[in-house]
């Protein structure tokens, strides 16, 4: 798993830059994790810093999505289930393999999308459809379209309005303390 690991030093993985554990734990907290059963989505597992944490609460059933598969591998090894590559072509099954018992959707998903080309929000719209009645998403979102005047961004503050969510900015440099630093300026973002 290390080998895997050292050969991402230097790699270019469009929209990878893992969750720094401060952050991540403060996603959890925030999800509301319940000590009964619950089925939990990582759209965009990267390495696993959030998926870790859920693993942490083994009464959870933890579903992983991640596109790249040197990450994909990495993440296998580090015993999580991946249920698909590309998120937004993810549709989860509605029914199990029993055939009997209907999936409402994910009771937590927690996730830290790619930005670029508006990535974020479009994984976020498309986690949203996931989301069981009574869920709750917590996601890490660029800044950009909180403050953009393109019609994706307009369009997108007004869904989240419509929809209940809200969201506070993080403190500049959350990021640089990740494994991949970066500057980007980000809001963590609940919905529920």
Known sequence: QRELESKLIGAKIPGFFPTPPGLVREMVRRAELAKYSQIILEPS????????????????????????????????????????????EYEPERLYSDGAVMFAGYDRILMN????????????????????????LVVILSEHSFFANHRADVEFMEWLSEVGGTSEKLPPGTFQSSQRPTGVNTRLVEVR
Request: aromatic share 6%; hydrophobic share 40%.
């Open 45 to 88: 597992a990267g390495i696993g810093s959030i998926a870790d944490e859920i693993a942490k609460y083994p009464q959870h059933m933890l579903h992983a999505c991640e596109l790249n598969n040197d990450l994909r591998e990495i993440l296998t090894k580090r015993g999580h289930k991946l249920v698909g590559a590309d998120f937004l």
């Open 113 to 136: 999308p790619p930005f670029e080309n508006h990535a974020d929000i479009q994984h976020v719209r498309h986690a949203y459809s996931m989301l069981a009645p009574e869920g709750i």
